[in-house]
């Protein structure tokens, strides 16, 4: 029997990687084109791989790519965002009411660790946001982990790199990180209360809260605030 060999990682996933991250950490904005000879001279690389790390952030909704013009870094729509948030409320409150049954007490105690480092970063007046943004994910990833579903994880995968597009709009609303935490404190409540249908109902409004504040930010609503007023007759 042949032993069976390893490849390393082709070229274009870490180039994906590398990309994924700037458009995360919005160093690529959403809406601009990616200047393809710019980034394969920076990385040292042809554009062959390039394009199939292009091909991939397609795939996952991160880029758009137009014939014989390039690709650019998908700009999130008011609908995007609705549809996003309520795939995610549905998913994530299923997660979260398998949760609040079964977790063992292990797994409740590591989830009330997480909480309190949400909490710490949210403190009044030194405010973290990006740890609050870390540590809130890994909370819902560990909510997702406890219920155990790895196609409910690859669906909220796909769906989460999307939201990152817009994740740093979301609480630029004023008071948005203390209602965040507030929503946090309330559905960790009925997680230890083992209470499924309100532990599911805080995670719908916790998405709903969100959706709120993301709206206020996003493109479109930023392009509406900036047009004129129409005359009303």
């Known amino acids: 029997m042949s032993v069976a060999t390893l490849t ?5 996933e870490e180039v994906a990687e590398l990309l994924r991250q700037r458009i995360f950490q919005h160093d690529l904005e959403p809406g601009s084109w990616i200047d393809e000879l710019k980034i394969a ?12 790390a292009l091909k991939v952030l397609a795939a996952e909704g991160l880029v758009t790519m137009k014939v014989r013009r390039g690709a650019y870094v998908t700009e999130v729509s008011d609908r995007d965002l609705a549809e996003v948030y309520h795939l995610l409320a549905l998913l994530e409150s299923d997660a979260v ?23 710490a970063a949210a403190k009044p007046g ?37 939201m990152k597009l817009n994740r740093h709009n979301s609480l630029l609303k004023d008071g948005r990180v203390a209602e ?17 249908q309100v532990a599911a109902r805080r995670m719908r409004e916790h998405f709903s ?23 009303v007759g």
């Open 8 to 12: 390393p990682r082709a070229l274009y």
């Open 41 to 52: 001279e920076e990385f040292g690389i042809s554009r062959t791989p390039l394009r199939e």
């Open 97 to 119: 009411a398998v949760v609040a049954e079964r977790a063992t007490d292990v797994q409740i105690a590591e989830l009330k660790t997480l909480h309190a480092e949400l909490e």
């Open 126 to 162: 030194k405010v973290d946001l990006e740890h609050f943004f870390a540590v809130n994910e890994r909370v819902h990833k560990r909510i997702l982990a406890i219920a155990d579903n790895r196609w409910r994880d690859q669906m909220v995968d796909d769906l989460r790199k999307v």
């Open 180 to 196: 965040s935490l507030a929503e946090h404190r309330a559905l960790m409540a009925a997680i230890e209360s083992r209470d499924p």
């Open 209 to 231: 809260g969100g959706l709120e504040a993301a709206g206020q930010h996003s493109p479109a609503a930023r392009r509406n605030a900036k047009a004129p007023a129409k005359a």
